[in-house]
């Protein structure tokens, strides 16, 4: 499922996403052009909107390709040190 897709199916205004997220509801034209891919996704927003959507909306869906391998690399670090942890 896309941004769009998910804000729409929970009825929220751009603006209410953003304050969801922790913007001012004016960040809701920067919200659009990030659901429309006009922008490229911050991490920490992208991690943000994977935690809000309960995982329904994948931060490594929204970032760009360098990215998504630094994200990647850190879940394969974060899961063997839990996996060391057990």
């Given amino acids: 499922m896309d941004l769009r897709e ?3 199916s929970e009825g929220w205004t751009l603006a209410q996403l953003a304050e969801r997220l922790g913007l001012q509801a004016s960040s809701k034209a920067m919200i659009s052009r ?3 891919g006009e922008e490229r996704w911050p991490i920490r927003l992208a991690l943000e909107v994977e935690v809000l959507s309960r995982g329904q909306v994948r931060a490594l869906d929204l970032v760009g390709s ?3 391998l630094l994200l990647e690399s850190a879940i394969a670090r974060g899961a063997s040190q839990m996996e060391a942890a057990e």
Avoid: H
Wanted: proline fraction near 0%; aromatic fraction near 12%; charge should be neutral.
């Fill in 34 to 36: 990030l659901e429309r």
């Fill in 6 to 8: 998910y804000r729409e």
């Fill in 66 to 68: 360098a990215d998504r």
